[in-house]
C-alpha cells in the first residue's frame, strides 16, 4: 500500500510513503466471555447454579443448549442460545488454571 503525502524538499521528503505489514496475520482467538446471559439477576443465578442438573450421560453440548434454552423461566431465545459458551477449568501438573471451552459439533 502505498500513500502520498505533502512534499517537503527541505526536509528531504518527496511525499511517497510506503506501508508494508512486518507481522504475519493471526486469527483472533475469543478470550472475554459474558458472565450474565440475560439482565435480570435471579434469573442469571438460577442459570449458574442449576445449569449442570440438565446434563445427562451421553448428552452432546448441541443437546444440553437446546436443553437450557427450552427453560421457559430463564427466557433464553434461539440468538442468546448461539451465543452461550460452556466451560470449565481444571488444574495442570504446575497447579495452573487451564479453562476449557465445551464445543457444540455443528460448529
Same mark, same amino acid.
Given at each position: ?8 524538499? =527541505? ?51 448441541? &443437546?444440553?443448549? =437446546? ?9 433464553? &431465545? ?25 464445543? &457444540?459439533?455443528?460448529?
Amino acid at each position: 500500500m502505498g500513500v502520498m503525502a505533502c512534499p517537503h524538499p =527541505d526536509k528531504n521528503f518527496d511525499s511517497k510513503i510506503l506501508m508494508q505489514r512486518v507481522s504475519e496475520k493471526r486469527t483472533a482467538k475469543k478470550t472475554t466471555y459474558y458472565k450474565n446471559v440475560v439482565d435480570n439477576y435471579e434469573i442469571n443465578k438460577a442459570i449458574k447454579e442449576q445449569w449442570r442438573g440438565l446434563h445427562e450421560p451421553e448428552m452432546t453440548v448441541g &443437546d444440553l443448549l =437446546d436443553k437450557i434454552e427450552s427453560v421457559v423461566e430463564w427466557e433464553i &431465545d434461539g440468538p442468546t442460545r448461539d451465543h452461550l459458551v460452556l466451560r470449565f477449568y481444571s488444574y495442570t501438573r504446575l497447579g495452573k488454571k487451564k479453562w476449557t471451552t465445551m464445543a &457444540d459439533e455443528l460448529e
